[in-house]
């Protein structure tokens, strides 16, 4: 079955980065696209941006164009998001999700465990 | 940027009723990126419904959707204990998701 297994929780100052990484088994990784959302305490869901396994191409939330990174390792079948710059702000659970196509629809049908960031000074 | 609208805000039934939510966008999205996820708490959001009507593998047929355009509504047609959650639309639009800010059905 497919499973996403992220990385454990992660404390960080204000300025530093976090890097999460979501390692994802069961399906043939590079066929499909890798999307992050975060929510931020009894907040709700944000999308973050996605990236295509098969060529690299990712796509971001505007907000974040600048402060994120999205990759992924064909070879470990895993994703990673990077963000830079931390503020009190980005505390948050963060999910990662697959992203899927049923043509023409797109979707995310299988999600991550979470990783709590919390970024405290 | 598109803006999804979800009411209510919370909706308190009993286990056996019915639970009717709306999911309104700012602007013409058709139906094919439209999707709604359940979360309980602490838990991942699950997929339950995607292309506005289409139940995602494994999703109980007790939850439909229906909609297109700017007026979106997932039915709960008989609520199980597990149903009490909360439910977020989301939409595709111009390379970038949006979610709806949720709705949490409650135990009344």
């Known amino acids: 079955q497919v499973q996403l297994v992220q990385s454990g929780a992660e404390v960080k100052k204000p300025g530093a980065s976090v890097t999460v990484s979501c390692k994802a088994s069961g399906y043939t990784f590079s066929t499909y696209g890798i999307s992050w959302v975060r929510q931020a305490p009894g907040q709700g869901l944000e999308w973050m941006g996605w990236?295509?396994?098969?060529?690299?191409?990712?796509n971001y939330a505007e907000k974040l164009r600048g402060r994120i990174t999205m990759t992924t390792a064909t070879s470990t079948s895993t994703a990673y998001m990077e963000l830079r710059s931390l503020r009190s702000d980005d505390t948050a659970v963060y999910f990662c999700?697959?992203?899927?196509?049923?043509?023409?629809?797109?979707?995310?049908?299988?999600w991550g465990q979470g990783t709590p960031v919390t970024v405290s000074s | 940027e598109i803006v999804l609208t979800q009411s209510p805000g919370t909706l308190s039934l009993s286990p056996g009723e019915r639970a009717t939510l709306s999911c309104r966008a700012s602007q013409n999205i058709g139906s094919t990126y439209l999707a709604w996820y359940q979360q309980t708490p602490g838990q991942a959001p699950r997929l339950l419904i995607y292309?506005?009507?289409s139940r995602a593998t494994g999703i109980p047929d007790r939850f439909s959707g229906s909609g297109s355009g700017t007026a979106f509504t997932l039915t709960i047609s008989r609520l199980e204990p597990e149903d009490f959650a909360v439910y977020y639309c989301q939409q595709y639009d111009s390379s970038s998701w949006t979610f709806g800010q949720g709705t949490k059905v409650e135990i009344k």
């Open positions: 999700a697959r992203y899927s196509r049923v043509e023409p629809a797109a979707m995310f049908d299988s």
């Open positions: 990236i295509s396994a098969k060529n690299g191409y990712a």
């Open positions: 292309a506005a009507s």
